[in-house]
Nanobody
């Protein structure tokens, strides 16, 4: 699965952005999806994950209630709706996918993901 993330940009604190991840059509619905981010000088961290059938989701505590992950298998896309953005959310955001036999598997560990998009920069100004 080839992935391409886009939708990042500059936004004021309290604002919203929607990130999208476009995957190659082949086998997209057999992959669990995740979003990760990496701020300058920090390690890559988990943000959100969704199962291949979209029924299960999981969020980092820092974004719970503000971010929503979703997917559209018919279009081979995943999205991350980000509301109530804070300056701490400033980072490069990456989408990733992992082949999953289980329909409802979600994975939070970056090393378990096999495919990664190129990243899109989100900058939140205070």
């Amino acid at each position: 699965v080839q992935l391409q993330a886009f939708g990042g940009g500059l936004v004021q604190a309290g604002g919203s952005l929607r990130l999208s991840c476009a995957g190659s059509r082949r086998n997209f619905n057999q992959h669990a999806m995740g979003w990760f981010r990496q701020a300058p000088g920090k390690e890559r961290e988990f943000v959100a994950a969704i199962s291949r059938n979209g029924y299960n989701t999981h969020y980092a505590d820092s974004v719970k209630g503000r971010f929503t992950i979703s997917r559209d298998n018919a279009r081979s896309t995943a999205a991350l709706q980000m509301n109530g953005l804070k300056s701490d959310d400033t980072a490069v955001y990456y989408c990733a996918s992992k082949y999953a036999r289980q329909m409802e598997l979600v994975t939070v560990t970056p090393n378990e993901y096999q495919y990664w998009g190129q990243g899109t920069l989100v900058t939140v100004s205070s």
